[in-house]
C-alpha cells in the first residue's frame, strides 16, 4: 500500500508559476511509475505528466508540453511537478497516482493509488 499526499497548489496569475509536490509513504516508492492528472470543473480527470520508477524517462500531454517538468527524488520519495507560464486554463484539481513497474502509462485507470489532490487555480 502506498499513501500519496500532494501539495503547493494555490492561486496565482497567468504566466505565473507554481511547484507541486507528491509525497509517498507506506512502501518503497522507487519502484513505481508516477503520473501527474488533473481535473477541472465539470471535466473528465486528463493526464498531464508521467515519470518513469528511475526517473529518466518522462512524458508530457501536447497542453503542458515545454511548460511543465516532472522529476523526482526517489531518496525523499518525492515527485515534482514545476508548473511554469500558466495559463487560466491549466485550473484544476490536481492528483499524483502511482502504479508499480516500469511501464509509463496515461490512462488514469491503469493507476492503483492516489493522492486527495491539489487546487492550482490560474486568474487571467
Known amino acids: 500500500q502506498v499513501q500519496l499526499v500532494e501539495s503547493g497548489g494555490g492561486l496565482v496569475q497567468a504566466g505565473d508559476s507554481l511547484a507541486l509536490s507528491c509525497g509517498a509513504s507506506g512502501r518503497t516508492f522507487d519502484n513505481y511509475g508516477v503520473g501527474w492528472f488533473r481535473q477541472a470543473p465539470g471535466k473528465e480527470r486528463e493526464f498531464v505528466a508521467v515519470?518513469?520508477?528511475?526517473?529518466?524517462?518522462?512524458y508530457y500531454a501536447d497542453s503542458v508540453k515545454g511548460r511543465f517538468t516532472i522529476s523526482r527524488d526517489n531518496a525523499k520519495n518525492t515527485v515534482y511537478l514545476q508548473m511554469n507560464s500558466l495559463k487560466p486554463e491549466d485550473t484544476a484539481v490536481y492528483y499524483c497516482a502511482a502504479r508499480p513497474g516500469i511501464e509509463m502509462v496515461i490512462t488514469a485507470h491503469d493507476y492503483d493509488y492516489w493522492g486527495q489532490g491539489t487546487q492550482v487555480t490560474v486568474s487571467s
Open positions: 515519470i518513469s520508477w528511475s526517473g529518466d524517462s518522462t
